[in-house]
């Protein structure tokens, strides 16, 4: 193990926008290792509170449809259609859900941490795989999940839009660490 290695990846992940990616397709295989390493997330009493839809290729039409679909008076017309724009420049799309226990025995937000972390491991092995992506939790989401599923405890935390990347320094600095710690 090279400590370095992992400082490179958590401090190079960055957010990369659909209009960034590149026209070449991420392998499938890719997708699954990456999908491997999200449920690898820690997760209160186990209870695995993430889902996955994937939209890829030709199934991205579903999921243009569906955006098509969505009330023009609640969403403008212009927000929609920016947002299916960003489904088209993206190689695939992760729609991403919570699926909370159905006995409610943790807190929400201790479900809503778990996938999170699942999240993070997606955007990590992201960055290793030369793919650019970014979290997108649009309040359109809310909507989009009455259509795409209906199963009740099924919570929508977003999309993750992914396209291929060739990586480029952020511009985007964090304050520094001694502002946010305090030792004792
Ligand atoms: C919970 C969460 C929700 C986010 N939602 C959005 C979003 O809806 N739209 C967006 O452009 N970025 C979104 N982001 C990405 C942040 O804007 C981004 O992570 C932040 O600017 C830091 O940049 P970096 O990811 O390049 O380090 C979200 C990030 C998190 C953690």
């Known amino acids: ?6 400082n490179e990846i958590i401090r190079n992940r960055k957010t990369v926008y659909p209009t960034q990616f590149l026209d070449k397709e991420i392998p499938v295989n890719i997708i699954n290792e990456i999908l491997e390493n999200a449920i690898h997330a820690p997760t209160h009493k186990m209870t695995q509170p993430w889902f996955f839809v994937v939209y890829k290729g030709d199934s991205k039409n579903v999921l243009l449809e569906i955006f098509n679909k969505l009330d023009k008076d609640k969403y ?3 927000k929609i259609d920016k947002f299916m724009e960003k ?3 993206s190689d695939t799309i992760i ?5 909370r226990d159905q006995e409610n025995r943790i807190p929400e937000w201790e479900e809503v941490a778990a996938v999170s972390m699942a999240i993070q491991n997606i955007w990590l092995s992201c960055y290793v795989n ?3 992506s970014y979290w997108s939790t649009s309040p359109m989401k809310d ?14 935390l977003g999309f993750f839009f992914m396209g291929s990347y060739k990586h480029t320094k952020s511009t985007k600095v964090r304050e520094s660490v001694n502002k946010k710690v305090k030792w004792v």
């Open 143 to 156: 909507e989009y999940a009455k259509y795409a599923n209906q199963k009740k405890n099924l919570r929508s």
């Open 130 to 132: 030369n793919i650019g």
């Open 87 to 89: 489904i088209k420049l």
């Open 76 to 78: 403008s017309k212009i």
């Open 1 to 6: 193990m090279n400590r370095y290695i992992i």
């Open 95 to 99: 729609s991403v859900f919570m699926n």
